[in-house]
Nanobody, 115 residues
Framework: QVQLVESGGGLVQAGGSLVLSCVAS????????MGWYRQAPGKQRELVAT???????NYVDSVKGRFTISRDNAKRMVFLQMNSLKSEDTAIYYC?????????WGQGTQVTVSS
């Protein structure tokens, strides 16, 4: 089992920045992938960014150049630096941990961008 706890969400004005953090506990083995998904009201959950334990990254097109994912494997943490935030970035952001066929999710943290 893997437990994930997110922090760092909040209210920010358009053009501002936020950093999301997630710490994992439990059975953390490699290789694995950690990352962030989000779900806006009335929309499906979508991938935002992921990073493998080998440091390969993947981003949804809408955040490329604005968001940066990073990891601290020693601390079992993943981060999402979000710059130039837009109103359409408003959503609940979920931390994920994936290893093989197993996927784990955090409880989510709300990000609200005011225009």
């Amino acid at each position: 089992q893997v437990q994930l706890v997110e922090s760092g969400g909040g209210l920010v004005q358009a053009g501002g920045s936020l950093v999301l953090s997630c710490v994992a506990s439990g059975s953390i083995t490699r290789p694995n992938t950690m990352g962030w998904y989000r779900q806006a009201p009335g929309k499906q959950r979508e991938l935002v960014a992921t990073m493998t334990s080998g440091s390969t990254t993947n981003y949804v097109d809408s955040v490329k150049g604005r968001f940066t994912i990073s990891r601290d494997n020693a601390k079992r943490m993943v981060f999402l630096q979000m710059n130039s935030l837009k109103s359409e970035d408003t959503a609940i952001y979920y931390c994920t941990f994936q290893r093989g066929s197993m996927n784990y999710w955090g409880q989510g943290t709300q990000v609200t961008v005011s225009s």
